[in-house]
């Protein structure tokens, strides 16, 4: 039997940032601060700053009750990637809205094209919904209205980088899953602006159907370790570093920040070793050894910590999931 994971929701990867968030003056200044050099702004997908704020989230203790339920639905599509499965169960009989927990702004195409994806630690390429895209939200991204987009062809070798890929005349496309979703895209080469950086030539996903409610709605940004991850396409220019100071959802007014590279990074740090797991090999292990409350340790045999890189356990870290969650012992 496969030994299920533990993942940690930590401001952690790669660096470990504690700093203090920035605050909007007031809702009218939502993404509207000149991000400097290559830190991005990050806001929680419940901020008052936020497009997919729902509008039953009134209070800060109805929207953590709301994002136990969305958890679960994430749980399940992480356990699907370490299982390599293909299908992932939906929570208590009904569709659960995986929506995105932090979003950052980019600009695509040119002239540029602003859309708020979500990030993603555990996911690698990038995928944007495009005109024409069934099942996708109003926002979408135009092809025809920029200059510089490219659909890549089935001969390039991205085209072996994506699950499923299928070849319809010359071009490059591919299915997948994610959390209770499936998506169909053409596989896409586009100017990417993070910040004040601009990245020519970027590969991506341009969505043209999608069922399920689990897909972002102006799209995802990947952050993992795969060849078409954002750290693996930008490795002149951000040395595969970054890191990321995440928002409180209880102070709605306050954005995170994304620092890409190894520029104005924090010197003096903690932090422990990123282990790598080729059973995933896209996600962020850590050793974790113990857990303690206050100052006792919690009596969990180590075997049920242990980092295994034949069963795929061990312990990750993901920005999509809220809650810290422990798996339920085998009993055999």
Known sequence: MMKGFLISTLAVVLLLLLSTAQASSNNNNCWKKKEQGSTLEVFHVYSTCSPFRPP?????EESVLQMQTKDQ???LYLSSLVARKSVVPIASGRQVVQSPTYIVRAQIGTPPQTMLLAMDTSNDAAWIPCDGCVGCSSTVFTPLKSTSYKPLPCSAPQCNQVPNPTCSGSACSFNMSYGSSTIAASLSQ???KLATDAIPAYTFGCINKATGSSVPPQGLLGLGRGPLSLLSQTQNLYKSTFSYCLPSFKSLNFSGSLRL????????????????NPRRSSLYYVNLVGIKVGRKTVDIPPSALAFNPTTGAGTIIDSGTVFTRLVVPCLH
């Not at 039953?56 to 800060?60: K, M, N």
């Not at 590279?261 to 790598?276: E, N």
């Open 261 to 276: 590279g190894p520029v104005a990074q924090p010197i003096r740090i903690k932090y422990t070793p990123l282990l790598k």
């Open 190 to 192: 586009e100017t990417l």
């Open 56 to 60: 039953e989230a009134t209070s800060w």
């Open 73 to 75: 639905a994430r749980v």
